[in-house]
């Protein structure tokens, strides 16, 4: 064989020993690698922030649950679904708007909704009649962690 293709093949053969000797380095057993425990999740009650009258507007912040002091109905601010609006600050061709998600019941009768309600009403109703009330949107905080609500009689 000539010396020169020797050479190459020995490069080769070296070359294929050390990278194989590199990644069994690189595994660690079993054995080695730490426990990660994982908390227990907490159980979260729903914040409640008290009794609203009809005609009355309250603030709730996502998660958060208002009940109607003449009716049996509760309204919660579930979740922000989207928000396009422009951001402080910021020059803006549109405005943009804010959809949020609100979760009604009346526990008395085991109903229960979800409703979508948008900040401008284009994409979406701007209030829900649930339970002979009716619930409009006044405003979304900028953050998007807070909603401004009207509760009145449908």
């Keep these: 064989m000539h010396p020169k293709k020797l050479l190459v093949v020995l490069c080769a053969l070296i070359g294929l020993a050390c990278g194989a000797g590199s990644s069994a380095a690189r595994e660690q057993p079993a054995t080695s690698r730490p426990t990660v425990v994982q908390p227990a999740p907490v159980q979260r009650t729903q914040p409640v922030r008290g009794a609203v009258e009809l005609g009355e ?17 509760s309204i919660r601010f579930a979740r922000v679904v989207s928000d396009s609006r422009c951001a402080a600050g910021m020059v803006c061709v549109w405005e943009g708007e804010a959809v949020i998600e609100l979760a009604l019941a009346e526990p008395g ?7 979508a309600l948008a900040s401008t009403g284009r994409s979406g109703g701007q ?28």
């Design 57 to 73: 507007t309250v603030d709730l912040k996502a998660g958060e649950t208002a009940e109607v002091a003449s009716k049996d109905v």
């Design 127 to 154: 209030s829900v009649e649930f339970a002979a009330c009716r619930v409009d949107l006044v405003a979304v905080s900028s953050g998007g962690d807070q909603v401004t609500l009207r509760v009145s009689k449908a």
């Design 109 to 115: 009768r085991g109903e229960r909704t979800t409703a």
